[in-house]
């Protein structure tokens, strides 16, 4: 299923609507649907926030095998190097701790993959999330 959302806050909601869609379809189970509408939705509102660029971003939701794959592309976006920020340390007293990152942190702790590319002026970030089976 693909589908383009304006890169607005607003869209959230219609956004959550399309992945309760494909879940429902596809007999997921309420914690997959949970965990990846919060990936969706701390990637998308990155790009709201952070993304400059196009007024849409289009969302894919596809099975593959054994393997939820949600891409999320936004034409014109600003370049963002994804693997810069490194990790989060999570133990780290509040008052040292640099801003930024935590969203992403969280993101890849809960989906079992996260890429990040940028090509021809368009962000694109694919999110895994294995099903089961072998």
């Known amino acids: ?6 890169r607005e806050l607003n869209s959230l909601g ?11 379809a596809h007999g997921l189970d309420d914690g997959t649907a949970f965990t990846v509408n919060l ?11 952070y993304g400059g660029g196009g007024d849409e971003v289009t969302v894919t939701i596809e099975l593959h095998g054994d393997d939820l794959v949600v891409e999320l ?7 963002f190097d994804a693997g810069k920020k490194g990790k989060v340390d999570v133990e780290e007293a509040l008052a040292e ?15 079992d993959g996260v890429v990040y590319t940028h090509h021809d002026d368009c962000a694109r970030i694919t999110l895994t999330k294995h099903l089961g089976g072998d």
């Open 1 to 6: 299923m693909e589908r383009s959302f304006p």
């Open 97 to 111: 701790r640099t801003p930024g990152g935590l969203g992403l942190h969280l993101v890849r702790n809960v989906m």
């Open 73 to 79: 592309v936004h034409p014109g976006a600003i370049p």
């Open 14 to 24: 219609p956004l959550f609507g399309f992945i309760g869609d494909f879940a429902f």
């Open 39 to 49: 990936a969706v939705e701390e990637v998308f509102t990155n790009m709201v926030k």
